[in-house]
């Protein structure tokens, strides 16, 4: 499906240069001498690299057609991610390469919409947040002022995040699986 440049926005998958990619940031730039343009950095579905282009607003760019389905999150092994269907029944693994640090995000039967191009998956979106347990934290320090005063904590599924003073080995904890920074106190 064509789209203009100025219809690029983060998140999207877009066909550029024989390759999928995935749109990082976008900047739309309007200089005082010249037409406008959109300055899009975009990383690569296939070789993992990154690219940043210049589109002018006249162009047209071809935004990959998706098919997103929901699945459940199974388990994982050595170097693969294994999902169910909930409908179907029907079970896919996927490498663990796609998701990188958030596959730890995963947890038993959790849902995830999964992308498809081609038949062949290309990206998997976790739910925007998801509760996690604090696996440890430094103990707070009297005196601290409670603005800028964040601690490492370690979540039970290994991430590492930072938390604010209050939070206490053992607390339930929402985190935004986008940024990976935490959110709220459950």
Same mark, same amino acid.
């Given at each position: 499906?064509?789209?203009?440049?100025?219809?690029?926005?983060?998140?999207?998958?877009?066909?550029?240069?024989?390759?999928?990619?995935?749109?990082?940031?976008?900047?739309?730039?309007?200089?005082?001498?010249?037409?406008?343009?959109?300055?899009?950095?975009?990383?690569?579905?296939?070789?993992?690299?990154?690219?940043?282009?210049?589109?002018?607003?006249?162009?047209? +760019?071809? *935004?990959?057609? %998706?098919? #997103?389905?929901?699945?459940?999150?199974?388990?994982?092994? @050595?170097?693969?991610?294994? &999902?169910?269907?909930?409908?179907?029944?029907?079970?896919?693994? +996927?490498? *663990?390469?796609? %998701?990188? #640090?958030?596959?730890?995000?995963?947890?038993?039967?959790? @849902?995830?919409?999964?992308? &498809?191009?081609?038949?062949?998956?290309?990206?998997?979106?976790?739910?925007?947040?998801?509760?996690?347990?604090?696996?440890?934290?430094?103990?707070?320090?009297?005196?601290?002022?409670?603005?800028?005063?964040?601690?490492?904590?370690?979540?039970?599924?290994?991430?590492?995040?930072?938390?604010?003073?209050?939070?206490?080995?053992?607390?339930?904890?929402?985190?935004?699986?986008?940024?990976?920074?935490?959110?709220?106190?459950?």
């Amino acid at each position: 499906m064509k789209i203009n440049a100025t219809e690029i926005r983060v998140g999207m998958i877009i066909e550029h240069k024989d390759d999928l990619w995935e749109v990082l940031k976008t900047n739309h730039v309007k200089p005082g001498k010249g037409g406008a343009f959109a300055q899009v950095e975009m990383k690569s579905m296939s070789k993992n690299t990154k690219l940043n282009e210049r589109f002018r607003s006249s162009e047209t +760019i071809e *935004k990959a057609t %998706l098919d #997103e389905l929901k699945y459940n999150f199974l388990y994982k092994d @050595e170097n693969d991610l294994h &999902f169910m269907n909930p409908e179907t029944f029907e079970q896919i693994n +996927i490498n *663990k390469k796609i %998701l990188g #640090e958030k596959g730890k995000m995963l947890s038993e039967n959790l @849902e995830v919409s999964i992308n &498809f191009h081609n038949e062949k998956p290309i990206n998997i979106s976790l739910p925007k947040q998801i509760t996690c347990k604090i696996d440890t934290t430094d103990v707070a320090i009297k005196g601290q002022t409670v603005a800028s005063s964040y601690k490492p904590a370690t979540l039970e599924n290994g991430l590492n995040v930072q938390v604010p003073p209050f939070i206490e080995t053992g607390d339930d904890v929402i985190i935004d699986t986008r940024t990976m920074e935490y959110v709220k106190k459950v």
